[in-house]
């Protein structure tokens, strides 16, 4: 059965914007705050620390779906390398959100501690951890973004049919998988008679 995939491509491609957007916005709903009063409370960074989680989960979905294969003349094998790229920035950006979550856990449990020269440094110790840690976020999440819309602009859209017209090769950027030239066949073999000489009597 021969299968028409014009029109894939160019489908992944939207969709690898789709992805990059999704980390875009994570920057915006994740700011790096300037002083101890703009720190997110337990609540916000809760949702926040979820909303990364949720990310890396469906980076994991995207590539699930791809991984397989339908057997049909595609080779997902760009796509789904970006997506697992991408996955590796998404988790950073999860283990360090998780670092600033423990620095706003501290400063949580001391909020009704009273001011002292100790517990001041700790406090500015422990916002300043968690501030640097929320500009890692912000530095991994850049990455993700940028490296998915770079993968989306390589992305070739070129139909395999259009290739072969203009007699080029399928690039490695290229979901359309090249066909398999068939076997040349040796013509068979004919077999002839050639009959005995005859002896003479």
């Not at 449990?109 to 968690?130: I, K, L, M, N, Q």
């Not at 973004?145 to 859209?157: E, I, N, P, V």
């Amino acid at each position: 059965m021969i299968h028409d995939h014009t029109g894939r491509a160019a489908l992944e491609k939207g969709e690898l914007y789709v992805a990059a957007r999704a980390f875009d916005e994570l920057v915006r709903q994740i700011p790096v705050p300037e002083s101890p009063a703009e720190l997110p409370g337990l609540v916000t960074a809760s949702r926040q620390l979820s909303a990364l989680s949720g990310l890396v989960n469906d980076l994991a979905d995207e590539v699930h779906s791809r991984a397989g294969g339908d057997g049909s003349g595609l080779s997902l094998g760009p796509v789904v390398c970006a997506y697992t790229t991408a996955s590796v920035h998404a988790g950073q950006a999860v283990a360090d959100y998780a670092e600033a979550y423990q620095q706003l856990g501290f400063l949580h449990r001391h909020a009704g501690t009273p001011d002292s020269g100790d517990v001041s440094d700790v406090r500015e110790a422990a916002f300043g951890a968690a501030q640097w840690r929320l500009e890692l976020v912000h530095g991994s999440l850049h990455e993700g973004g940028r490296g998915l819309r770079g993968s989306a602009d390589r992305l070739d859209t070129a139909p395999r049919r259009v290739l072969a017209a203009l007699s080029r090769s399928t690039p490695a950027n290229s979901i359309y998988r090249a066909p398999v030239p068939e076997p040349t066949r040796a013509p068979a073999a004919r077999l002839t008679y050639t009959p005995e000489p005859r002896r003479g009597r």
